[in-house]
């Protein structure tokens, strides 16, 4: 009885946190299994309970287990005295897909017609049948129960069977004021628990709210649902994560799906767009609205389809449910089960010979304006077969790569478990070690150990811990023009267009190669002029917020806030001849711009010389014994296809935009910083100097993350070579371990150890926060990605700016005034730019160098 005493013990342990416990491994469902078979059974209540309720569902490996155990006793070459034949199909039903489809579909033929009845029942609430399905269609023929469930899922009963969203719903309001990103309910310092979802979701709000979660529980007490509400909702990374943690606490259990919660409401003033999607997709009601009336302890009434919030019976509050199709996707759980469901009713009645079925609510699609196409409207309009698309159209586009990090990819797992999928559609599906690698807890080093087998195992490609950033590998392995997402924030092509999303989403991208995407309007940035000595690529990055606040197109205020870019494509051009890792600076930082995504449009020289650098670096993976072989040789193959006849699409000159910003470089004659603690309060040094609120002591600076490339590092040695020590704490960790490499080579890293900096395994470091911290209340300056209050260190301010200004502010311990920092940035590097700004072209190394950098 050693399952049942252990168990016990780890619920009563996690119930003190008041969590579940955790899911039953492979190995404790075999243990469960062989109980069950005993006669008679002891405790058969709570081993059923376990059996059914605490076993992961779709291709885990316990699930494995569950589906052969079953499948043997709906066969009868397994005995088991509380579990009938149709009760191991009625369990079966319960697992969503995988492993347990061909069992219910055997079980169609059973001589049992009580069996095949159940099982036909089972089959008809199940969407994740993938290539069953024709076997299914081909049995309808002749059998009449497969025949039941074919019709069945062309009438799509699996659908309606579901009840609506109700006309009105009686909530009580749990508001966080301001904005609320996901590092508040999801943070990063908590990121090895992710996966937990309940142990994860005690953290959220921590930092940020006296005992959240003892607010939350005594507001459940009037008996009515919460409602999520926020000025500013979910701006940031980690939307999946965050988006689960809101669900534990205010959603509902799914049956025979342990640890994991669906439903939900959440309501803002703004909702990030790539928060919105999850929220989607994770079965959730998002809605914009206002919600100055509201605060937490209210009772309201939600009346979803007349878009109208009541408080004492007065309306406070009014909206309009968009997307039209949300109130499906609710009903069917989610915006993937219903892509998915849809899918199949189409194919079975395709099959059946039956016309287009009513049932679903249609994509608002608009009209043609017979205007040109963006960039970006091309790119997706390429993905669908189209040559092009407009702005609100409801597509699926070919999603060509596919990329996951650590912190991510657990959840990821888990979500492609649930999906069902032994092999990814997706062209390219990577998975990086990137935030976990420096200071890995016990938990990282298991996925470490576990994670790219499952990965490799269904054909995509693993990086190693150490490797380094997720997007600089990333980039190197996209194919002009094409489109693809991420479960980072930061997955924003240089040379492609991506369009980031939660791990759900990214999940079913990897497994189906396609994606849902309402397409967004596009906002063009226009450099123009030329950009003058010491401005750097930072300083454009940050001049666009700073053009934006300008014109009225950005407000840093989150009450009421405006935000041109929020869900929209940012479009950039006018820098023709950036190499493409200077592209990726103006694209990657579009997240904190709360964009959907971004294009910059660049000339084919440098996409040309890129691609043959990628070649080769892909090459060597294969030979150092990365995996996929067959997936990065058929990418090999694509990027030299691409160079036999190398065209770049161009945006239509009438095509329309929401906005158009131009920026002069000639105007820009200092640096522009991000200030504490916000990536939209942007300001020139000068402006920063006379602010007395705003700190001009540096403690810390951080030069390193998704921001940076080899360029960055070899500025930062030159301002400190010979100056001895630096007056700050300073921390140097380059991207890649390639960057890393080259940098010792060069004697950079013995420049760094004479300054006294401290070097870290390539990787994101900082920027995520979830490993190394800065010291408590500490003034940072950083080159990473974002600021957010608590990213880097508890209670820090954080500027964020250029590799250039860092290394002076390293070495004075204090921001510059702006003469200072061009004598130093000027005298410095004016002479050696060439040299210095030199990016790591793969295919001018020998093979031997090839291979030290990548082995």
Not at 495 to 522: D, H, K, Q, R
Not at 746 to 775: D, H, K
């Amino acid at each position: 009885m050693g399952l049942i005493s252990d168990y016990r013990a780890h619920t009563e342990e996690r119930a003190q946190s008041g969590i579940p416990p955790l899911p039953l491994t492979a190995e404790q469902t075999t243990e469960l299994i062989e109980l069950l078979k005993q006669d008679p059974v002891e405790e058969k209540e709570y081993l059923l309970e376990l059996f059914c309720e605490h076993v992961s569902p779709g291709v885990d490996d316990a699930a494995f287990e569950k589906a052969a155990f079953l499948d043997a006793l709906v066969k009868n070459d397994a005995t088991c005295s509380v579990i009938s034949p149709v009760e191991a199909v009625k369990i079966l039903g319960t697992m969503l897909g995988g492993y347990n489809v061909k069992p219910m579909v055997d079980a169609l033929s059973s001589e049992s017609d009580e069996v095949a009845s159940t099982a036909a029942d089972m089959l008809k609430k199940t969407l994740l049948v993938y290539e069953s399905f024709d076997e299914v269609a081909a049995m309808a023929d002749s059998n009449t129960y497969a025949r039941e469930v074919l019709e069945s899922w062309a009438n799509a009963e699996w659908f309606l069977s579901k009840p609506e969203i109700p006309e009105k719903m009686t909530l009580t309001v749990f508001k966080v004021p301001g904005e609320t990103n996901t590092d508040d309910l999801s943070p990063a310092s908590e990121a090895f628990t992710r996966s937990d979802i309940p142990l994860h979701a005690l953290s959220m709000l921590g930092s940020k709210m006296d005992d959240p979660i003892g607010t939350i529980a005594k507001l459940k007490e009037n008996g009515h649902p919460l409602a999520f509400v926020g000025d500013v909702v979910g701006t940031g990374s980690s939307r999946k994560s965050g988006i689960n943690s809101v669900q534990w606490h205010i959603g509902e259990n799914i049956p025979a799906v342990p640890n994991k919660r669906t439903g939900g409401v959440v309501i803002g003033g703004i909702i990030a767009p790539i928060f919105f999607n999850t929220a989607e997709d994770s079965g959730a009601l998002p809605i914009q609205a206002p919600v100055e009336s509201m605060e937490t302890g209210d009772v309201i009434d939600l009346y979803p389809y007349a878009g109208k919030i009541e408080k004492n019976g007065e309306v406070i509050s009014e909206f309009t449910l968009s997307p039209n199709t949300l109130g499906d996707e609710v009903r069917a759980g989610g915006r993937i089960p219903l892509i998915i469901g849809r899918n199949l009713t189409r194919q079975a009645r395709e099959k059946l010979g039956m016309g287009d079925e009513s049932i679903f609510e249609r994509p608002e699609q608009p009209e043609d304006t017979g205007k040109g196409y963006t960039l970006a409207q091309k790119m997706i309009g390429k993905a669908c077969g189209l040559p092009g698309v407009r702005p609100g159209m409801y597509v699926e586009p070919e999603t060509l790569t596919v990329g996951s990090q650590d912190t991510t990819g657990a959840m990821t797992r888990d979500e492609i478990k649930e999906l069902a999928a032994l092999n990814f559609g997706a062209d390219l599906v990577m998975q990086s070690f990137c935030h976990t690698a420096a200071y890995p807890k016990p938990s990282d080093v298991k996925l470490h150990q576990t994670l790219p087998y499952f990965i490799m195992s269904r054909s995509g490609v693993a990086l190693r811990p150490g490797d380094g950033v997720i997007h600089t590998w990333l980039n190197r392995m996209v194919l002009p023009d094409t489109l693809g997402t991420g479960a980072d924030s930061h997955t924003r092509f240089p040379i492609g267009i991506s369009f980031p999303g939660g791990s759900g989403l990214v999940a079913f991208a990897a497994v189906t190669g396609t994606m849902p995407l309402n397409v967004p309007e596009s906002v063009l940035v226009r450099f123009k002029g030329k950009r003058q000595d010491g401005i750097t690529l930072r300083d454009l990055v940050n001049a666009i917020p700073y053009k934006a606040i300008q014109q009225g197109l950005l407000t840093v205020e989150k009450k009421g806030k405006k935000n041109i870019f929020a869900g929209r494509i940012l479009e950039i051009e006018g820098l023709p001849d950036l190499k493409v890792e200077q592209a990726f600076e103006l694209s990657d930082a579009s997240a904190e711009r709360s964009a959907a995504a971004c294009t910059v449009r660049l000339d084919k020289e440098p996409i040309i010389e890129y691609l043959n650098s990628n070649i080769k670096l892909l090459e060597q993976m294969i030979d150092s014994g990365y995996g996929d072989p067959d997936t990065l040789r058929r990418r090999v193959e694509k990027m030299q296809e691409w160079l036999k006849n190398p065209e770049l699409m161009e945006p239509d000159t009438d095509a329309d935009y929401a906005a158009v910003i131009e920026i002069d470089m000639n105007e820009i004659t200092e640096p522009i910083l991000a200030c504490p603690n916000d990536p939209d309060d942007v300001a020139t040094l000068t402006e920063i100097l006379a602010d007395s609120n705003r700190p001009h002591n540096i403690d810390e600076v951080f030069v390193g993350s998704c921001m940076t490339n080899i360029g960055h590092f070899r500025a930062l040695g030159e301002v400190l070579k010979g100056k001895g020590q630096v007056a700050t704490r300073l921390w140097v960790v380059p991207p890649t371990k390639m960057d890393m490499k080259k940098l010792i080579e060069e004697g950079y890293y013995s420049v760094y150890g004479a300054a006294g900096a401290r070097t870290e395994v390539p990787g994101c470091s900082l920027c995520m926060g979830n490993q190394a911290r800065v010291a408590d209340k500490a003034v940072v300056f950083s080159t990473s990605t974002r600021n957010f209050d608590n990213r880097l260190g508890k209670d820090a301010k954080v500027y964020l700016g250029s590799a250039e200004l860092a290394a002076v502010c390293a070495l004075l311990g204090r921001l510059p005034e702006s003469g200072e920092y061009f004598d130093v940035v000027n005298q410095t590097l004016q002479d050696g730019q060439d040299a210095i700004y030199r990016y790591l072209n793969f295919h001018e190394v020998s093979g031997e160098q090839l291979q030290e950098l990548v082995d």
